[in-house]
């Protein structure tokens, strides 16, 4: 069982190496997730919450709502506690993830 705890850390120890050879402009958001060992699980949440607040968005936007800090403390709420909020939103308008709800949400950065 040690020898394998042994090998575990090894894996994630050359992830992150793996991780900080990514270019900065390349996949800033990818890298955020390895950098704070975020489960594929963990993840998977946080593009259920984009995609719920991206609607949200969307409704409010045909509804006239033009205040979106409603939404913004929404999304923080949300948001693991490992993340940074603006540094989530600004790696994922780098990558092109839900940018109609990133440029909103920067907005309240």
Not at 52 to 76: C, D, H, M, W
């Amino acid at each position: 069982m040690h020898e394998l705890m042994k090998r575990i850390e090894k894996l994630e120890y050359q992830q992150r190496l793996m991780a900080e050879m990514c270019p900065e402009n390349g996949f800033p958001f990818n890298r955020l997730i390895i950098r704070n060992g975020l489960s594929e699980k963990e993840v998977k949440e946080f593009f259920q919450t984009c995609d719920r607040l991206s609607i949200k968005l969307e409704k409010q936007k045909a509804e006239g709502f033009v205040y979106n800090t409603p939404l913004f403390k929404e999304f923080e709420d949300e948001l693991h506690a490992k993340l940074k909020v603006h540094e989530v939103v600004n790696s994922c308008l780098v990558q092109d993830i839900y940018p109609a709800l990133m440029k909103q949400l920067q907005k309240s950065l």
